[in-house]
């Protein structure tokens, strides 16, 4: 099955504080109160007024020095001035004194603004005053910031996760909500399901991971090259400290499709006996008795090299159905967990195979869970019915296909039944007999088969995935019943 990969920006936007304020965060005005203002624009008034009317003395004062020997004095005279003159020197003083303070009562304009780098106009303010963005009330003097096409109370510009004021100079966005990086890493950047640590980004800054189509879990790219173990029934990888099962025959298998795995021979025959009831109430009985083996995967493919019918799933085959005479090797007990969880002490047989039918044997690869080995049983089996039948030798994705029909109906049938559901009209009556595994269905037993049945509607191989489409469709406009009888006679599904 394929896995998607995903590719996705490190963050929706990345924001910029464009004014300066110590760590290149605010603008920055002086503080000053309003008597501050007063004193100080009094005090300018004064002087210059005074150094205005200093300067008309200078003008306007004569000194006259008489002779020591007849006065032995000093005196200072100022010339006599027309009323109107003294008139017109006052109100020149008062516009003197006008024009400063309409100079010191204005405001410098606003410093432009810079947003990522480019230059844009200065935030428009009402009246003169600057409105927090945050807050909306008015800024007045001193230090503020100025970003998001606004203007902000320091404190009032805050984190949409922890809502804390953001105070470093690069902040993230989603949304148009601004974060903290680190707050917006925690809510969006994807961890891996494996490692549990932030997905790395690639070479192009952008975050790339794979994706189960099914159980949706993510995981590093990298675990695809570090021998991190995956089931070989469910196809999650767990997390690093989860155990697995090693099988003898190298495959791994979680410990919650262990739970409902069948291992030998013998444990299997119930199962084989509900599946030959299933095709009963099909009205499609199988009345040779056909030998139901479990083996390990050398002895499958073993077999399937010495047998000269069928059509092979590959690169993996967990089931077989013979029709040539060999000796079959099968697991006769079931293993036992040993030191390093694994499995220890199989017990196996060689078993002759008899031709008395058409049809020598079923093979079934051990150490599967109940439901993937019921649907691979319930697919060789229709392999079984449609030679025992004398079906001609049909193309790959014919008969493949409609095998494949009949075990996606079987899992729809096991997990109506557990769901306390009515079974479709084509599927058989619930068994009254009880498997070595049957019982109670947990959570995930029931998610396992919904994934089985995911993994044959979206196989991509023309035989059993394109196959199994077609055939379904068949199957759903015209009845299994109609659908057989077609194929027996032209060899192809009708349309």
């Known amino acids: 099955m394929d896995w998607w990969t995903k590719v996705l920006e490190g963050s929706s936007s990345r924001g910029h ?30 002087c ?7 300067e008309e003395d200078q003008k306007g004062k004569k000194v006259i020095e008489e002779d020591n020997e007849s006065e032995q004095s000093e005196e200072y005279y100022k010339p006599h001035q027309p009323e109107e003159d003294v008139t017109a020197q006052l109100e020149e003083d008062e516009q003197l004194a006008k024009a400063i303070q309409e100079s010191l009562s204005l405001e410098s304009p606003p410093r432009a603004q810079y947003d990522s780098g480019n230059l844009v106009p200065p935030y428009p303010f009402s009246s003169g005053y600057r409105i927090c963005a945050g807050c909306n009330t008015e800024i007045g003097h001193g230090q503020f910031l100025s970003c998001m096409g606004g203007v902000w109370h320091p404190d009032c510009f805050c984190c949409n996760a922890c809502n804390l004021p953001i105070i470093d100079y690069e902040f993230s966005m989603s949304g148009n909500r601004p974060y903290h990086k680190s707050c917006y890493r925690k809510l969006h950047h994807p961890r891996c399901d494996v490692c549990n640590k932030f997905i790395p980004t690639n070479s192009a800054g952008l975050i790339e991971y794979r994706a189960h189509p099914f159980w949706r879990q993510k995981y590093c790219p990298s675990h695809e090259r570090d021998r991190t173990p995956r089931c070989c029934s469910c196809e999650r ?8 099962i090693s099988l003898d025959d190298g495959r791994k298998l979680c410990l919650e499709c262990l739970d409902s795995a069948i291992m030998d021979t013998h444990e ?8 030959r009831e299933f095709y009963e109430g099909l009205n499609m009985k199988v009345v040779q008795e056909i030998p139901l083996l479990l083996v390990e995967r050398p002895a499958l493919n073993e077999a399937m090299e010495g047998e000269k019918n069928g059509h092979h799933h590959l690169p993996e085959t967990r089931g077989l159905c013979l029709s040539e005479e060999q000796t079959v090797t099968t697991v006769l007990r079931r293993p036992r967990i040993g030191a390093g969880y694994r499995f220890i002490d199989i017990r196996t047989e060689p078993y002759r195979l008899s031709r008395r039918c058409e049809v020598t044997a079923i093979l079934i690869l051990y150490g599967l869970p109940r439901l993937l080995t019921g649907s691979i049983l319930a697919h060789e089996m229709m392999h079984a019915w449609l030679r025992l039948k004398g079906y001609p030798n049909l193309r790959p994705e014919v008969e493949e296909g409609i095998c494949q029909v009949l075990a996606h109906m079987w899992l729809d049938s096991e997990i109506y039944s557990s769901s306390g559901g009515e079974v479709a009209s084509s599927s058989p009556s619930s068994s009254s007999s009880t498997s070595s595994k049957k019982g109670p269905r947990s959570d995930f037993e029931k998610k396992l088969g919904e994934f089985f049945k995911h993994q044959i509607e979206s196989d991509a191989s023309p035989a059993y995935g394109e196959g199994f489409r077609i055939g379904n469709q068949a199957v759903l406009k015209y009845g299994l019943r109609r659908t057989l009888d077609h194929i027996q006679m032209t060899g192809t599904f009708p349309v």
Do not use: H, K
Request: with cysteine.
């Open 17 to 46: 504080y464009p004014g300066r304020y110590g760590g290149d965060r605010y603008w920055d005005e002086p503080r000053r109160s309003v008597d501050d203002l007063s004193n100080f624009d009094n005090e300018e008034i004064e």
């Open 48 to 54: 210059a007024i005074a150094l205005s009317l200093s």
């Open 237 to 244: 990888m767990e997390p690093r400290d989860t155990r697995y």
């Open 268 to 275: 299997c025959q119930p199962l084989y006996f509900e599946i």
